[in-house]
């Protein structure tokens, strides 16, 4: 499939990069953009077992939603534009396998909702992430609102949205937006790492595992638990299962089958 915006590329077996990349704009997400996005997470190299998403060059991540584009909506345009782009960020979450943001520089607005969509935030340390909506005159439209306050509390969720201010990836790890902060040039090779890392496990399992995370988190204790046993105990039906405790028991390296 051919994208006028995203760059796709497989390094590894099971490991596939998704760059967006809109330079002029420092990779802001237009709809044109947003609809090769839809196309993509609808479209995934079979195998795939993590997926990484970046921006295009040492500057931006994702600046933000398109304003030039956005400036002239009225509310029923704004309606379309926000569903839109919530549904391929939910898409984004909803994959069955884990997908890594690697934030190479600002992280705003909608870029940061799209990198809360994602299972792992990994922050060059000139990263920059904030909300800053409000000073548009707007609030965030990609679920911004619903995603920052589950990662890091009500509290700075409110601070950063109300405030419009932008943080910087120290300020982000310290909240928990970031689970590590990295050298630039150390970035990729750190997040190729960790998917090398993923990759290696049942992949059955990463997957179950990360389906009852994301269905879980809303549930109740005791409906929770037991998805998750449901969960545990269809992996025992798995031939990835046997694999991986005879070779723990014989002290050898596992080979899964995704079976």
């Known amino acids: 499939m051919e994208y006028n915006f995203l760059r796709i590329e497989t390094p590894e077996e099971g490991i596939c990069i998704l760059t967006i990349s809109h330079p002029q704009s420092l990779n802001s997400l237009s709809r044109p953009v947003l609809e090769e996005m839809y196309r993509f997470v609808t ?8 997926l990484i998403i970046r921006g295009n060059g040492p500057k931006s991540f ?11 909506f009225d509310a029923e345009q704004g309606l379309d534009f926000g569903r839109f782009g919530a549904e391929v960020f939910r898409r984004i979450e909803e994959l069955p396998f884990p997908v890594i943001a690697a934030v190479n520089g600002y992280a705003l607005g909608g870029g940061c909702e799209l990198a809360m969509a994602c299972d792992i935030r990994i922050a060059s340390a000139k990263a920059k992430f904030g909300q800053p ?3 548009l005159g707007i609030i965030p439209g990609f679920s911004g609102t619903y995603r920052l306050p589950k990662l890091v509390g009500q509290g700075y969720a409110k601070e950063m949205i109300y405030s419009g ?3 910087d990836a120290a300020e982000a790890l310290r909240i928990g937006l970031v689970n590590h902060v990295l050298p630039p040039e150390e970035l990729m090779d750190y997040v190729l790492g960790l998917a090398r890392d993923i990759r290696a496990n049942a992949p059955i399992a990463v997957r179950k595992a990360k389906a009852c995370i994301n269905s879980c988190y809303d549930m109740d204790e005791t409906t929770a638990l037991a998805a998750e046993n449901r969960a ?6 798995t031939e990835d299962q046997k694999t991986g405790m005879q070779a723990f028991l014989g002290k050898t390296a596992p080979v899964f089958r995704n079976k």
């Open 165 to 167: 201010r932008v943080i």
């Open 62 to 72: 994702v600046a933000g939603a398109d304003i030039s584009q956005m400036a002239g």
């Open 232 to 237: 545990f105990s269809e992996c025992f039906a």
């Open 133 to 135: 909506e409000v000073k």
């Open 43 to 50: 479209d995934i190299p079979e195998g795939t077992a993590v």
